[in-house]
């Protein structure tokens, strides 16, 4: 327990960290009266101080600000302190700043590994070096104001009493990208400095249509269940939780109304992999085929449970070895099929080819009626609930990257324009190409979007993104989706390995012992015991 109570719950925006021999101090800066909280250097232990101790040696500290402490790793023998050390402002949230990492720091609380058998600092020095990767972290957005792990319904719906919570606590844990890191703090009732983050993407623009000014905003949340790269993590797990799992919320603010469509999409929910062997394409393995329809239905009720009805959109290829994959799919499915779940296949190479992709007519005519019938969340002037979104479309493809950013930017496109008609922007007729420069803002917004996803799941910008940025595929496009392919590649096999280790170090998800001859078990407790539940 700590030793006195903080006594505010609001974030503190800007502080200075003090580097001393034996311990750091993290002293608030930004006009709070609350007490620094000393870190010690040999265990990680913290407490809360009412002011920076006096320098007594000849040495003096080294100070630097800091904006956000994202929060502690205990490995072996060491803890080590994760801060955000700069930022910048990338737009608003419902009228509030958000900001994007650009860069952390890890400060390591280490000094008792001076004691430590040898065994015990070779992994301690492997740990270290994957926590170095670790702070090369991309996509990571905050708000000291506002919970951004919420969609702006699931925001609205939040009751009274848990919107006067610290926002750690309102938060969504499957969007929490530090949920695992708080949770020392948590033991610690350091709400102040415990900065929420999320990683995704945030893009927003302003454009006028007329004499109507909307601000258009479109935000990715990466849920952490499953999180990795491209190769090393594919399908679900036993629990249904899958990979590349990505809530994409597209926002619209004018003349005082706001309306948000969101939108999913995620691996196939059932166990396969691709292993890393040097070839181009490896083959897919589908584990455990036997299990399959119970971890489909598991993820399917978690979608069912969050975001209402489901339809779910596959794109993947009707032959070959992704034809394996989708008959998987279709089959898993099957039990659970009814008017709340529903499953389309759609041969996106097929009836698209590498060009065609105003094709995707095609796919919409075929979920129109779901998306009419399961509507979109609309705030009025006043700030009354008009509609409430309660459907959800997931797409996939293979990497859920691709294929899957110019379908959902189709979809985002269309419920945009269903959206402006509703309120009275566009006549019957209208549609977003007919302004150009709107068109040409909404496109880059998803392109961005897409690319941003991508460089975190891949490491490279999505293919196929020229059409998403300029309506059409160009030469200079397919010349860059070949590099880009290759790159892909070469991250998959020589890179991308201990990239994975870093997230599963900073996720929890990785089996910290000298040994690691050990299964890793599931999390219990933490955050996610304590966070208020939004569902």
Known sequence: MMAKTLNSQKLYTRMRLWEFPDQYIIEPTDGSSGSCLAVSRVNGSMTLVDEVPHCSSVRVPKIQTVFGVLGMLKLLAGSYLLVVTDRETVGTYLGYPIFKVTSLRVFPCDHSLRNSPEEQKRMESEFSYLLKVAEKTRGLYFSYDVNITLSAQRLNDLGDETKLLPLWRQAEPRFLWNSYMLEVF??????????????GSFNTFQSAIGV?????????????RRTGTRMWRRGADPDGYVANFVESEQIIQLKGFTASFVQVRGSMPFLWEQTVDLTYKPKFEILRPEEAPRVAERHFLDLRKKY?????VDLVNTHGDEGRLTRQFATSVQNILSDDVRYLHFDFHRICGHVHFEQLSILYEQIEDFLIKNRYYLLSEKGEKVEGQIGIVRTNCVDCLDRTNVTQSMIGRKM???????????????NISTHPNFDDCFKILWANHGDDISIQYSGTPALKGDFVRFGKRTPEGILKDGWNALMRYYLNNFVDGTKQDSIDLLQGHYIVSVTRDMAPSAPKGGIEAIAVSTV
């Open 186 to 199: 948590s033991d610690n009732k350091l709400d102040p400095y415990m900065l929420p983050v999320i990683q």
């Open 416 to 430: 945009l324009e269903y959206q402006l008609r509703r309120l009275g922007v566009f006549h019957a007729e209208e």
């Open 308 to 312: 209402g009805n489901v339809v779910a």
């Open 212 to 224: 109507d000014i909307i601000d258009v905003t479109l935000i990715a949340r990466r849920c952490t």
